[in-house]
């Protein structure tokens, strides 16, 4: 759509796998071989057609275009722009080289890979750098704005903004600021622009959610500049600025003076203070404002009277209000109509993206044709939010009235240590793994053939039972320390648990994309949470019985059950995280009591949850640090306790990390290149650390030397007696040959180390 009087529907970008998952069946086919790079993008062209027709046939008026993406958006601008590394420009030219930058080969490393802003999605880091020479290949949003008009839809292009990309990125020598870059990179988007105007964009949305983190004045005024350039062109397509995930505070007024013709700006969550920031202003009367006010981030019902408000509102601020989701629909699942399973009651509490394509067209139709227009939507609306309310699902007295003991280790970590080493006698650098081994297609199979009632229960324990021998026996071969039973009757390291626990919703179809062709299902937090039973002391009790070596429990902690999940919009999260770590509490003490020595309660999701404003980080750090304290300081001194955590920026939590006062923390470090080493000596982190030493994301093989050399720079900036070897992550994605391989590698390694001390 254009400018006129009549608001407009929209939303920033669509759920890219498809109903059935075909994205990743596509693409993992072609990893595999089985198929040719024709047919992997004549069916990602097949996806992008049928999202694009959804979208318009739900009512949307302007449907985006170049939200699509093979493995992930930022990978996507790195090729747009030319920021290929040399590394990777030497493989061969297309496909192989995009997804050599993504997962790398036997002998290229990928690009480092972490948290997109404080969602659990992931994207690629570019590597940029003072030599970096940019060169625009605008094929891929050209080709598909070709498309999608070919279906007879002008779509608006996404494009991530200049500021953004460059503050996203990271010179992996450390000689130079990418933001330094900004005069090199602003032609080629004068260039893109161009293009995309002569192929007939009338809009395009430049994303730049960086702005809604805190930002220097130097960062603001670049911001300035760096629009007023791209406005100054003549010929080009009208200039949408987008932000989300929370307020923009001192950018907002840097955005509206800009000469730019929309802002796309984010009204829920923590961003809801936009409101009252853009009535300071005064507003922005001369522009277009793309409200965001159905969340695109959690899948509750949207409160439409409430939305309503606060476009009723925005219209006196702006010269025309269309209404959008908060940001990209990509973080939620793609419709709540698969989920067969869910009771119709709770169904109606959810909207998952189709569902919210709905809602933002009933209020385009409400802010366009007043509340009577949609005075039915509205009375169906508040029905469900009242009855959501009014459920004993939700509010459960005893989980309420539980009170709380012991939220920290009584004896401090010099105490815990040697009565560990008295328990465990563990060698110096001791090694292990995550938690995971592979997961076969065998073990997938039995789980759907459970589920389908096909197998029954007896059979399906001896086969997970037999998993986990042959797990303990390998590790036992490859000469590990500290084993980990493989969990292989776990589908999920969230939704495993959230299938146990009282107050977790489940579903069968609300895949959500994690990185590449990796997708989960979160769970939904709909009520109290409580363990009605023991979770997990059956298998590891199992594992322990097979072995004289250790081997550990595996828990996902509080923090990560919340932020892997839909968490409840009703209630502060921070209690939400007391009730899901007494919980763990329980079972915690569960696995001790049965001769557990080593129990790993994961907290991967601790730097991605803390909020993007330096303002509100301290209140998240209490609760979100007291959850795990909770959760795992029931234990004897003997008992070592273990956290691990990946692919994430770590700077910004270390006193967290060592207020968590856990024995062991395992950390993602190999892409990297073993940075979090020096951090947590700088940091002067007093428990036992093990940076990881193999990227488990990419199918390649580190070896001894690799790993050696890894080593050798963790050895050199922390003391090995309080150093442990093991990899970034869970091996859950990896195949069993490559497992083998590199932990032999990690295996061998590790002894020349010991001999070199």
């Given at each position: 759509?254009?400018?006129?009087?009549?608001?407009?529907?929209?939303?920033?970008?669509?759920?890219?796998?498809?109903?059935?998952?075909?994205?990743?069946?596509?693409?993992?086919?072609?990893?595999?071989?089985r198929?040719?790079?024709?047919?992997?993008?004549?069916?990602?062209?097949?996806?992008?057609?049928?999202?694009?027709?959804?979208l318009?046939?739900?009512?949307?008026?302007?449907?985006?275009?170049?939200?699509?993406?093979?493995?992930?958006?930022v990978?996507d601008?790195?090729?747009?722009?030319g920021?290929?590394?040399?590394?990777?420009?030497?493989?061969?030219?297309?496909?192989?080289?995009?997804?050599?930058?993504?997962?790398?080969?036997?002998?290229?490393?990928?690009?480092?890979?972490?948290?997109?802003?404080?969602?659990?999605?992931?994207?690629?880091?570019?590597?940029?750098?003072?030599?970096?020479?940019?060169?625009?290949?605008?094929?891929?949003?050209?080709?598909?704005?070709?498309?999608?008009?070919?279906l007879?839809?002008?779509?608006?292009?996404?494009?991530?903004g200049?500021?953004?990309?460059?503050?996203?990125?990271?010179?992996?020598?450390?000689?130079?600021?990418?933001?330094?870059?900004?005069?090199?990179?602003?032609?080629?988007?004068?260039?893109?622009?161009?293009?995309?105007r002569?192929?007939?964009?009338?809009?395009?949305?430049?994303?730049?959610?960086?702005?809604?983190?805190?930002?220097?004045?130097?960062?603001?005024?670049?911001?300035?500049?760096?629009?007023?350039?791209?406005?100054?062109?003549?010929?080009?397509?009208?200039?949408?600025?987008?932000?989300?995930?929370?307020?923009?505070?001192?950018?907002?007024?840097?955005?509206?003076?800009?000469?730019?013709?929309?802002?796309?700006?984010?009204?829920?969550?923590?961003?809801?203070?936009?409101?009252?920031?853009l009535?300071?202003?005064?507003?922005?009367?001369?522009?277009?404002?793309?409200?965001?006010?159905?969340?695109?981030?959690?899948i509750?019902?949207?409160?439409?009277?409430?939305?309503?408000?606060?476009?009723?509102?925005?219209?006196?601020?702006?010269?025309?209000?269309d209404?959008?989701?908060?940001?990209?629909?990509?973080?939620?699942?793609?419709?709540?109509?698969?989920?067969?399973?869910?009771?119709?009651?709770?169904?109606?509490?959810?909207?998952?993206?189709?569902?919210?394509?709905?809602?933002?067209?009933?209020l385009?139709?409400?802010?366009?044709e007043?509340?009577?227009?949609?005075q039915?939507a509205?009375?169906?609306n508040?029905?469900?939010?009242?009855?959501?309310?009014?459920?004993?699902?939700?509010?459960?007295?005893?989980v309420?009235?539980?009170?709380?003991?012991?939220?920290?280790?009584?004896?401090?970590?010099?105490?815990?240590?040697?009565?560990q080493?008295?328990r465990?006698?563990l060698?110096?650098l001791?090694?292990?793994?995550?938690?995971?081994?592979?997961?076969?297609?065998?073990?997938?199979?039995?789980?759907?053939?459970?589920?389908?009632?096909?197998?029954?229960?007896?059979?399906?324990?001896?086969?997970?039972?037999?998993?986990?021998?042959?797990?303990?026996?390998?590790?036992?071969?490859?000469?590990l320390?500290?084993?980990v039973?493989g969990?292989?009757?776990?589908?999920?390291?969230?939704?495993?648990?959230?299938?146990?626990?009282?107050?977790?919703?489940?579903?069968?179809?609300?895949?959500?994309?994690?990185?590449?062709?990796?997708?989960?299902?979160?769970?939904?937090?709909?009520?109290?949470?409580?363990?009605?039973?023991?979770?997990?002391?059956?298998?590891?009790?199992?594992?322990?019985?097979?072995?004289?070596?250790?081997?550990?429990?595996?828990l996902?902690?509080?923090?990560?059950?919340?932020?892997?999940?839909?968490?409840?919009?009703d209630?502060?999260?921070?209690?939400?995280?007391?009730?899901?770590?007494?919980?763990l509490?329980?079972?915690?003490?569960?696995?001790?009591?049965?001769?557990?020595?080593?129990?790993?309660?994961?907290?991967?999701?601790?730097?991605?949850?803390?909020?993007?404003?330096?303002?509100?980080?301290?209140?998240?750090?209490?609760?979100?640090?007291?959850?795990?304290?909770?959760?795992?300081s029931?234990?004897?001194?003997?008992?070592?306790?273990?956290?691990?955590?990946?692919?994430?920026?770590?700077?910004?939590?270390?006193?967290?990390?060592?207020?968590?006062?856990?024995?062991?923390?395992?950390?993602?470090?190999?892409?990297?290149?073993?940075?979090?080493?020096?951090?947590?000596?700088?940091a002067?982190?007093?428990?036992?650390?093990?940076?990881?030493?193999?990227?488990?994301?990419?199918?390649?093989?580190?070896?001894?030397?690799?790993i050696?050399?890894?080593?050798?720079?963790?050895?050199?900036?922390?003391?090995a007696?309080?150093?442990?070897?093991n990899?970034?992550?869970g091996?859950?994605?990896?195949?069993?040959?490559?497992?083998?391989?590199t932990?032999?590698?990690?295996?061998?390694?590790?002894?020349?180390?010991?001999?070199?001390?």
């Amino acid at each position: 759509m254009t400018s006129t009087s009549t608001s407009g529907a929209t939303v920033y970008g669509y759920p890219r796998q498809g109903a059935n998952r075909q994205l990743k069946k596509a693409t993992e086919a072609y990893w595999a071989g089985r198929t040719d790079a024709d047919t992997l993008l004549a069916a990602a062209r097949d996806l992008r057609s049928k999202r694009w027709v959804e979208l318009r046939d739900a009512g949307v008026d302007e449907v985006p275009s170049n939200d699509f993406s093979l493995y992930d958006h930022v990978l996507d601008t790195a090729w747009l722009l030319g920021a290929i590394p040399d590394r990777h420009a030497a493989v061969a030219e297309g496909l192989d080289r995009y997804f050599a930058m993504a997962r790398g080969t036997a002998e290229v490393p990928p690009l480092e890979m972490t948290k997109w802003f404080d969602t659990n999605y992931h994207y690629l880091v570019p590597e940029l750098g003072p030599d970096t020479t940019f060169a625009l290949d605008p094929t891929k949003p050209l080709a598909e704005f070709a498309e999608a008009l070919e279906l007879g839809i002008l779509t608006r292009p996404v494009i991530l903004g200049p500021v953004s990309f460059l503050l996203l990125a990271k010179d992996p020598a450390g000689a130079a600021e990418p933001l330094e870059l900004l005069d090199r990179l602003v032609p080629l988007y004068v260039d893109l622009l161009g293009q995309l105007r002569a192929a007939g964009a009338e809009w395009v949305q430049l994303d730049e959610p960086a702005l809604v983190t805190d930002q220097p004045t130097a960062v603001l005024e670049r911001v300035a500049e760096v629009y007023a350039v791209l406005a100054a062109e003549r010929v080009r397509p009208k200039i949408l600025v987008a932000t989300y995930f929370d307020r923009l505070g001192d950018a907002l007024p840097v955005l509206a003076a800009a000469p730019v013709e929309g802002l796309a700006i984010d009204f829920t969550g923590p961003a809801a203070a936009n409101l009252d920031d853009l009535v300071a202003l005064g507003g922005i009367r001369g522009k277009r404002l793309v409200a965001g006010v159905v969340t695109g981030r959690n899948i509750w019902a949207a409160d439409l009277s409430a939305a309503l408000s606060t476009l009723e509102t925005l219209q006196d601020l702006a010269g025309m209000v269309d209404v959008a989701a908060s940001c990209s629909l990509l973080h939620v699942p793609l419709d709540v109509s698969l989920e067969s399973d869910l009771d119709p009651e709770l169904v109606g509490w959810l909207s998952f993206a189709r569902q919210k394509l709905d809602e933002v067209v009933t209020l385009r139709d409400g802010l366009t044709e007043g509340r009577a227009g949609i005075q039915e939507a509205l009375r169906v609306n508040a029905d469900r939010l009242a009855a959501r309310a009014a459920s004993p699902i939700v509010r459960v007295a005893a989980v309420r009235d539980r009170v709380e003991t012991g939220a920290r280790r009584v004896s401090p970590y010099e105490k815990r240590r040697q009565a560990q080493q008295d328990r465990l006698a563990l060698p110096d650098l001791p090694t292990t793994t995550i938690g995971s081994f592979p997961q076969t297609s065998a073990l997938r199979k039995a789980r759907a053939e459970l589920r389908a009632g096909r197998l029954t229960d007896e059979v399906y324990q001896e086969a997970m039972r037999a998993e986990i021998r042959a797990v303990i026996a390998d590790q036992e071969d490859l000469g590990l320390d500290v084993l980990v039973h493989g969990e292989p009757e776990r589908n999920d390291m969230v939704q495993y648990f959230a299938e146990q626990l009282d107050g977790f919703l489940a579903t069968r179809h609300g895949w959500v994309q994690s990185y590449g062709s990796r997708y989960v299902r979160p769970p939904i937090i709909a009520g109290d949470v409580s363990r009605p039973a023991p979770m997990t002391v059956e298998w590891s009790t199992y594992a322990q019985g097979l072995t004289a070596r250790p081997v550990k429990g595996m828990l996902t902690g509080p923090v990560t059950m919340l932020a892997w999940s839909f968490v409840r919009d009703d209630q502060p999260r921070g209690e939400t995280a007391r009730q899901v770590a007494l919980a763990l509490r329980d079972e915690v003490a569960d696995l001790e009591a049965a001769g557990i020595a080593v129990i790993q309660v994961d907290e991967p999701a601790l730097r991605e949850t803390l909020p993007l404003r330096q303002a509100d980080r301290a209140a998240y750090l209490e609760w979100a640090v007291t959850a795990f304290k909770l959760a795992t300081s029931g234990v004897r001194d003997d008992t070592q306790v273990h956290t691990h955590m990946c692919y994430a920026e770590f700077g910004d939590v270390l006193q967290a990390i060592i207020d968590m006062d856990a024995d062991v923390i395992s950390l993602e470090a190999a892409r990297s290149k073993m940075a979090i080493v020096a951090d947590l000596t700088a940091a002067g982190y007093p428990n036992e650390v093990g940076p990881g030493v193999w990227d488990i994301h990419s199918p390649r093989v580190p070896s001894v030397e690799e790993i050696v050399g890894y080593l050798r720079t963790a050895v050199a900036g922390f003391p090995a007696d309080r150093l442990w070897v093991n990899p970034d992550c869970g091996l859950k994605t990896r195949g069993y040959r490559e497992v083998r391989a590199t932990l032999t590698n990690l295996v061998a390694a590790t002894g020349q180390l010991r001999a070199e001390a």
